[in-house]
């Protein structure tokens, strides 16, 4: 059995300004007084340790090897360029179509998978229409084995707008081999080793994006050292057990 922890402690997995700002009063009592706090990267505790006089812990969210595995490529439709999350604005998924709209003018046509559900679609429904992207372009909406199509896919990107407080689809990305575009924000620098296992971009930069995309998807040999390296880095670091024996140790820390 699990030791009883003694002190109060706090699970914070959403930045510290989003915390802050949409609950203040309660951000400023509770963090005060807690005896101890879990966050998902170093980014969010940068962000809130000015107020929080107790140790903050970090710990990733690590993706399960076995369920996120190139084991399972050819399980599921694959995509040139696949984008898994929230379908909203500030994911940058308007910017990753029009970077796939200007690939396709300068001759390459890729095809995109976005998997997942949000307030963006219908407008992405129409930025489809309007660039002519139905034949390459598919909104795939939720799926219930999303490691299917990451592993059958070449690339996933996150080129998220706002600071992600970790982007954990990128450990599963990386957990299924395959590299990752993504944007510098937030804690996405603390999981993907940029130009080893996958690609970082300064956020909104969507003629890098393009270029990332291309010069991955261009470059077989790159784009298998990449995903190569990116299961090793997954299993070297970012596995579900190393989150388990973690917050154990949290657990048994602060009994």
């Given at each position: 059995a699990l030791p009883r922890i003694k002190k109060t402690c706090v699970l914070l997995h959403v930045p510290g300004p989003i915390w802050s700002t949409r609950f203040p009063r309660l951000s400023r009592r509770l963090l005060r007084r807690v005896g101890a706090v879990v966050v998902a990267s170093?980014?969010?505790?940068?962000?809130?340790?000015r107020g929080v006089a107790a140790p903050i812990w970090v710990v990733y969210t690590g993706a399960n090897p076995d369920v996120f595995?190139?084991?399972?490529?050819?399980?599921?439709?694959?995509?040139?360029v696949l984008y898994v999350g929230r379908v909203e604005e500030y994911k940058g998924v308007g910017m990753l179509i029009r970077a796939i709209a200007r690939l396709k003018r300068d001759g390459f046509r890729y095809t995109c998978g976005i998997i997942g559900k949000g307030n963006y679609v219908r407008i992405l429904e129409q930025q489809l229409v309007h660039f002519g992207l139905l034949d390459q372009v598919k909104l795939v909406g939720n799926v219930p084995d999303v490691a299917s199509y990451m592993a059958s896919s070449r690339v996933l990107t996150l080129p998220s707008l706002w600071q992600e407080p970790l982007g954990g689809v990128l450990i599963e990305a990386q957990a299924c081999g395959i590299p990752v575009v993504a944007s510098r924000v937030g804690g996405i620098p603390e999981i993907v080793?940029?130009?080893?296992?996958?690609?970082?971009?300064?956020?909104?930069?969507?003629?890098?994006?393009?270029?990332?995309?291309?010069?991955l998807l261009g470059n077989e040999s790159l784009r298998k050292s990449m995903g190569d390296n990116a299961r090793r880095h997954v299993l070297c670091g970012l596995t579900e057990d190393i989150t388990l024996s973690k917050y154990l140790q949290f657990v048994e820390e602060n009994s």
């Open positions: 170093y980014y969010v505790k940068r962000q809130i340790e595995s190139p084991s399972k490529k050819g399980l599921a439709p694959g995509f040139d080793v940029d130009g080893k296992t996958g690609v970082l971009l300064p956020a909104g930069d969507e003629n890098a994006l393009a270029e990332a995309l291309h010069n």
